[in-house]
């Protein structure tokens, strides 16, 4: 699903105009996207969590010459469903 796809869905659901609905996605990705950058973690009841974690520098390999390079420090962005998400994925699973 593409972010337009994700704005049609929005216009069909909730009505409105089209513009109402881009503004609100644009909107929506925009605040999360500075949280996520200032290192705050977002939380989605229902939905889940995107958390910013701190990477250490390590010793990694380059496979195809098995040479030793360092890995920079570095952040990395993680999601984790919440439960209510996961078990709404999982539902039919069961059966």
């Given at each position: 699903m593409t972010?337009?796809?994700?704005?049609?869905?929005i216009?069909?659901?909730?009505?409105?105009?089209?513009?109402d609905s881009s503004d609100l996605v644009e909107k929506l990705f925009e605040?999360?996207?500075n949280l996520i950058i200032e290192g705050d973690s977002v939380?989605?009841?229902g939905f889940g969590?995107?958390?910013?974690?701190?990477?250490?520098s390590r010793i990694g390999r380059n496979p195809q010459t098995?040479?030793?390079?360092?890995?920079?420090a570095r952040r990395v962005l993680t999601f984790k469903p919440s439960q209510?998400?996961?078990?709404?994925v999982n539902k039919?699973?069961?059966?």
């Open positions: 972010k337009a796809d994700l704005v049609n869905k216009f069909e659901q909730m009505g409105g105009t089209k513009k605040v999360i996207k939380k989605i009841s969590n995107f958390v910013v974690r701190t990477k250490k098995g040479e030793s390079i360092e890995i920079s209510v998400l996961r078990d709404a039919d699973m069961g059966k």
